[in-house]
């Protein structure tokens, strides 16, 4: 059985980096053609990509957040780690970690995720 | 606005079918591979559908994809009251990144 858990702050303040932890079981991330993505989701609207780490150590970013994210894994502790500089209001979201498995062909595959965590940005 | 095109909401009764769009471009639908997630009120998306046409186990046969060309679409058949929620597509796009669609919310009359 596949679970992915994220953790991290739940209030964060303004211009602050927000740091989320991704804890995963059942699949390993040195496994050829896996990986592990970001998405998030503000309050009533629609998903949004963040980031992907393959299991080579290979990562994707979002072009439009990509100077404020970073995304590391820890293949030891089956953890990918998240962080997201210079935090706004507007990052207002529920944060998913979610597993891309090494059957999928397409890069927006991700047959499990995490239950999500909400980060509020508020000062 | 997201890159991939989607209705907004479609509608159906019981048991008809319904199908659900996802309108992109070259550089993403058209050369990549299409997956669709379903999203119940308060919980994590489910993936339905991978690369175009595939089901992942435990994905009953109501649900198919399809693509043709810049779109992709998904139907569901026999609709059933419990499959009122947020679809989306997704696929990758040349500026090396995952797209979502804007979403299509369901709605079982």
């Known amino acids: 059985q596949i679970t992915l858990k994220e953790s991290g702050p739940t209030l964060v303040k303004p211009t602050q980096t927000l740091t989320l932890t991704c804890t995963f079981s059942?699949?390993?991330?040195?496994?050829?053609?896996?990986?592990v993505g970001w998405i998030r989701q503000p309050p009533g609207k629609a998903l949004e990509w963040l980031a992907l780490i393959y299991w080579d150590g290979d990562k994707r970013y979002s072009p439009s957040l990509k100077s404020r994210l970073t995304i590391t894994k820890d293949t030891s502790k089956n953890q990918v780690v998240l962080t997201m500089t210079n935090m706004d209001p507007v990052d207002t979201a529920t944060y998913y970690c979610a597993h891309r498995p090494g059957y999928c062909v397409g890069t927006g595959c991700y047959t499990d995720w995490g239950q999500g965590t909400l980060v509020t940005v508020s000062s | 606005q997201s890159v991939l095109t989607q209705p907004p909401s479609v509608s159906a009764a019981p048991g008809q079918k319904v199908t659900i769009s996802c309108s992109g471009s070259?550089?993403?639908?058209?050369?990549?591979?299409v997956s669709w997630y379903q999203q119940l009120p308060g919980t994590a998306p489910k993936l339905l559908i991978y690369?175009?046409?595939k089901r992942p186990s435990g994905i009953p046969d109501r649900f198919s994809g399809s693509k043709s060309g810049t779109s992709a679409t998904l139907g569901i058949t026999g609709l059933q009251t419990g499959d009122e929620a947020d679809y989306y597509c997704a696929t990758w796009d040349s500026s090396l990144s995952v797209l979502f669609g804007g979403g299509t919310k369901l709605t079982v009359l």
């Open positions: 059942g699949f390993s991330l040195s496994t050829s053609g896996v990986a």
């Open positions: 690369d175009n046409n």
């Open positions: 070259s550089s993403n639908i058209g050369n990549n591979y």
